[in-house]
C-alpha cells in the first residue's frame, strides 16, 4: 500500500508527460515549508546542480502551484501563486479572454489569487476553468490554474477581474515536478470575435 501511495503520484505526472511530449520535467520533494509566508511558500529538495534556475514552473497532479523562486545548489524556495509578487498570463478556456493572475494578500487564506485585466466586454463566468495562456517563455500553454469563483468590475472602470481558486493547493503539495524545458507548440488561441 506505501508503494502504492507513492506510485500514484507519478503515475499522473506522467499522463501529463504524455499528453505533452515536449516537457521535460524534474521530480522533486517538499522538504520544507515557510512559517512565515502566508502566501505558502516552501522548499524542494533540487536546485542548481539539477538544472534548476529562478522562474521555472512547478507542477503537481493538481495543475501549477508556483515557480521557482531563490536557487542554491541543491535546493530552491517555490513562489506559490498565492505571492503578491508571482505574475502569470492566464486565459479563460471557455471565452478565450486573457489576462494576469497575481497573488493577493487578502485572499491567501482562501487559496485564491486575483485575475486581473480581463477585457471590459468579456464573458468570463463563475465555474470557468482558467489555464496559463503561454504568454511569455517561461510557463507553458495549457497547465491547469483553478476556476473562476467570481468576476466584477474592477475599480478603474475600464477592466473586468475576479477570483480564482487554486487547484493545487500549496499546503497539499507533497512530491512536485519543475518543468525545466518545454517547446511552444501553438500560439495563445485569439479571442472570438464579437458580432455585430
Known sequence: ????????PYRRFFSISDSNADYTLEPATVIARVPDDPSGSFIINIGQSHG????????TENGLVGIVGRVSDRYCRVQTLMDPAVNIGVLDS???DTGI???DAALSEESTARLTYLRLQSEAAAGNLILTSGYGDKIPQGLTVGYLSEVTLASS???REGVVDLSARPENARQVFVITDFTVTQAVPEEPEETP
Request: net charge negative.
Open 1 to 8: 500500500d506505501e508503494l502504492k501511495n507513492q506510485n500514484d
Open 52 to 59: 534548476i534556475t529562478s522562474g521555472m514552473p512547478v507542477i
Open 94 to 96: 471557455a471565452t478565450l
Open 101 to 103: 493572475l497575481t497573488g
Open 157 to 159: 472602470g475600464l477592466t
